[in-house]
């Protein structure tokens, strides 16, 4: 009897009445007292029942299955201690510790449920969900119709899991509604007379609101508002709104409603195609307060930009894109603090000083790299004709995979072409700053001399080609030295077109300008390492010594110089060949680099490293002493015969720990020249880092004093999610901390709170003094909901 019965069962809540063949396939009858695990899922229209004890009432027309039940059907799974289904209602009806897990993974609890037999309507009493993506809801009732609609009366809704000790405790955060209905065919949920609780507190009361279901990745309508606040446009709120249009593209729109200036529109396009993507942003205002921007570009009616951004994939290998910044003046992302003047927290101490367009070509290969970009400047502090326009900058590298003559050879290749329209020159004296000598409208051009300003940048047009070919082999004796021969060949080829203009004739040849540069190099590196083993670790003696015959350096500061102005001389270039750091300047004549290098390596875990070398001049010219437009390589301790002294000492006796100092020292009084320290330390519960620097005057480079400070840095787990996190800069000299940034954040698995105070410096046009700026900004974020975020600041003239 009990086949016939499970078969009748079986058939009522398959088919609703419709009779079944005699076998009853898939069916398992289990009279056991403890709840098994649910079966596997079965596929094919078939229904697994278990449970202690089944019944059919044939007068009533009624099936019971009674004592742990469980029943699996097409990836829907029913748990509980009865269930009953009448053939008359088609309606299946469960009670007692009720657990129903459909095909997606949400787990709904409840006391009593009561739906049809195809799941489309029905009502639950005293129940909890649980979805896949973390999510629960819980309600005095449910009420499901139409198959998509479901109605929780008495709802309370939450993305933070319950409190581990004691579960029946308040969640961080949850959002009760007298009603919450969800409508599972647009995926939304609406909130009926809601409040918002943090750790069962009231704090906010909502009359109604909508949000995308948890399983939505993205949605048409509106996201959480944005308040910001300065002096100049005076408080702002942002209501984005989000439109989805395909799965492949949407649009942002964000109007920025300001108390003082009137609506700020932003618009944002984005699209992915199947090699990459793209993104449009546009922004408009037509300002109701001109004077809040008076003697500033900002003192215009309307203003606006656009920027867009691409990259798409040729390949594996080959990308190309580009970025484009396009506004109407050079002030208005930072006057209304738009995110492509702060990107990210980090930017706050080194605010940007310009937009970067450009159209760029990058490829990579085994052991080779090309990189092809024309760029476009636009500068921020409105110096516009004085930043240069690149047309291309093409750079190749190869490696070969084969060796030539028994030793490695490699090559590559600089293609640089860029005009500027006015000169860039830049004080290296107080009477020449305070006067205005360097500025491009200084009406006496007898005052630009190399004595009071320094070039930066040629006006005009300036092409120059590289090409470069390295060979090197080492060979090991029988005695453990290490000899690696090495030859290089260098070739440049330059075309300069220099304007006339007040000044420029002081530094070079103004008109056209035609070289070439040939620089053929061999050299001999030496290696001598001596191991020493002892019960607690192995020390490796090294002393280095680098010889380097060459010609001296042709048309040695006569020709422009705008990628190699960068000139520090420490342990990291001691034994480079060529240590300029750039193609437009070659070095030049006969060169020994000696020094010692010791390691020792513990073992029980840790290392120290030590380096201590100079430099010798053998014979020609030194490149170093030459001045050129911008004086790279005076003061830098090569411009003599014999260099400074460089040491590096590297120490990290673990990983919590890391130690380095980097110095230079004077090679006849032993002064100070540069000196850095570095330290870091990481546990489990807080990280810090502080760096000191000390600089030596540098006259010819326009550093008239020595220069002193602290960088610091670290960050604080207070506790499990809160985290507590700082910077600054000290200036020693003036005994002040001008730029720092305070924060502390919450963060768990529902639930974001952060709040910073940052300073950053704002720079004007001409001989304006910067602007230090003062922010506050707070960030919420609920997960599932959405976030929100306010900026308030001002500015001091430094």
């Known amino acids: ?397 190869n490696v070969l995979n084969r060796n030539l003559l028994g030793g490695e050879f490699s090559y590559k290749t600089n293609l640089t072409s860029l005009s500027r329209d006015i000169a860039a020159f830049d004080p290296i004296t107080l009477l020449a700053a305070n006067n205005g000598w360097c500025l491009p409208t200084s009406a006496d051009p007898t005052v630009k001399i190399p004595a009071n300003c320094l070039l930066r940048g040629i006006p005009g047009t300036y092409t120059r080609v590289s090409a470069e070919g390295q060979w090197r082999r080492s060979f090991t004796d029988d005695w453990g030295q290490i000899w690696t021969p090495f030859a290089k060949l260098r070739v440049d080829a330059v075309d300069a077109s220099i304007s006339n203009q007040p000044g420029v004739s002081s530094f070079l040849p103004v008109g056209d300008t035609q070289a070439v540069r040939v620089m053929p190099t061999v050299g001999l590196e030496y290696r001598y390492p001596f191991i020493n083993v002892q019960p607690w670790g192995t020390t490796t003696v090294e002393p280095i010594a680098q010889v380097i015959i060459r010609p001296n350096e042709p048309w040695a500061g006569k020709l422009p110089n705008e990628d190699a102005q960068s000139m520090v001389f420490d342990a990291s270039n001691l034994f480079s060949v060529d240590k300029f750091s750039g193609y437009d300047r070659i070095e030049g004549g006969g060169r020994a680099n000696v020094g010692v290098q010791a390691t020792t390596q513990f073992d029980r875990g840790g290392a120290v490293n030590v380096l201590f070398g100079q430099s010798y001049q053998l014979f020609g010219l030194n490149s170093f002493a030459v001045a050129d437009l911008t004086n790279t390589g005076l003061n830098s301790g090569l411009d003599k015969p014999r260099s400074d002294y460089v040491a590096r000492i590297n120490y990290s006796p673990n990983r919590t720990y890391t130690f380095s100092t980097r110095a230079r020292f004077d090679e006849s009084t032993l002064d100070v020249q540069r000196f850095e320290a570095e330290g870091r330390a990481s546990f489990d519960r807080w990280s810090v880092s502080l760096m000191y620097g000390n600089y030596a005057p540098q006259p010819e480079l326009g550093y008239l004093i020595r220069r002193e400070g602290l960088l610091g840095s670290g960050s604080l787990k207070v506790a499990a999610n809160w985290v507590v996190t700082g910077a600054a800069r000290w200036d020693l000299v003036s005994n002040q901390i001008n730029q720092y940034v305070i924060g502390a954040g919450y963060v768990d698995d529902c639930f974001v709170l952060a709040a910073n105070y940052v300073t950053s410096y704002t720079y004007a046009a001409g001989s304006a003094p910067p602007v230090l700026n003062h922010s506050i900004m707070l960030q919420i974020g609920l997960r599932t909901l959405g976030s929100t975020a306010s900026t308030a600041g001002g500015g001091t003239i430094q």
Not at 122 to 128: A, C, K
Not at 162 to 168: A, G, L, V, Y
Not at 315 to 334: A, E, P
Not at 358 to 385: C, E, K, M, P, W
Request: aromatic letters at 14%; proline letters at 6%.
């Open 1 to 397: 009897m009990v086949p016939a019965l499970v078969a009748g069962l079986f058939a009522a809540l398959l088919n609703a009445g419709t009779p079944l063949p005699a076998r009853a396939q898939g069916f398992s009858f289990n009279p056991i007292h403890t709840r098994p695990k649910p079966p596997p899922p079965v596929n094919n229209g078939q229904m697994l029942v278990q449970a202690v004890e089944v019944d059919y009432d044939y007068n009533n027309q009624r099936v019971s299955a009674v004592g742990n039940v469980q029943m699996f059907f097409n990836g829907t799974s029913i748990e509980a201690d009865k269930v009953v289904y009448d053939q008359k209602t088609k309606r299946l009806y469960a009670e007692g510790n009720v657990r129903l897990t459909d095909a997606d993974g949400k787990i709904t609890y409840a006391n009593i449920m009561d739906f049809s037999d195809d799941y489309r309507d029905g009502f639950v009493d005293s129940l909890r969900v649980d979805t896949a993506e973390q999510t629960r809801m819980a309600a005095s009732r449910a009420d499901r119709s139409s198959g998509n609609y479901t109605v929780f009366e008495n709802g309370v809704y939450t993305a933070c899991a319950p409190c581990k000790d004691d579960p029946k405790k308040p969640p961080l955060w949850q959002v009760k509604g007298a009603r919450i209905i969800h409508d599972q065919t647009d995926k939304m949920m609406y909130f009926e007379n809601a409040q918002l609780e943090f750790f069962g507190v009231p704090m906010a009361y909502l009359p109604y609101f909508s949000t995308p279901d948890p399983t939505v990745k993205r949605k048409t309508g509106f996201l959480m508002p944005y308040m910001t606040s300065t002096t100049t446009f005076g408080f702002g709120v942002e209501t984005p709104f989000y439109w989805a249009i395909a799965p492949d593209y949407d649009a942002t729109f964000s109007p920025r409603i300001t108390s003082r200036q009137g609506v700020l529109f932003q618009g944002e396009f984005r699209q992915r195609l199947i090699n990459g993507s793209y993104q449009i942003r546009a922004y408009g205002i037509d300002q109701l307060d001109r004077t809040a921007f008076s003697g500033q570009p900002g003192d215009v009616q309307f203003r606006g930009a656009v920027d867009t951004k691409g990259q798409f994939a040729l390949n594996d290998k080959w990308v190309w894109g580009w970025d484009g910044v396009l506004m109407s003046d050079y002030f208005f992302f930072s006057d209304y603090r738009l995110a492509q003047y702060k990107d990210t927290l980090g930017s706050f101490l080194n605010v940007p000083t310009e937009a970067i367009s450009q159209l760029y070509l990058s490829g990579v290969g085994n052991r080779s790299y090309f990189d092809a970009r024309t760029i476009y400047y636009l500068s921020y502090s409105g110096h516009q004709q004085q930043v240069p326009i690149v047309h291309p900058v093409i750079d190749y590298s």
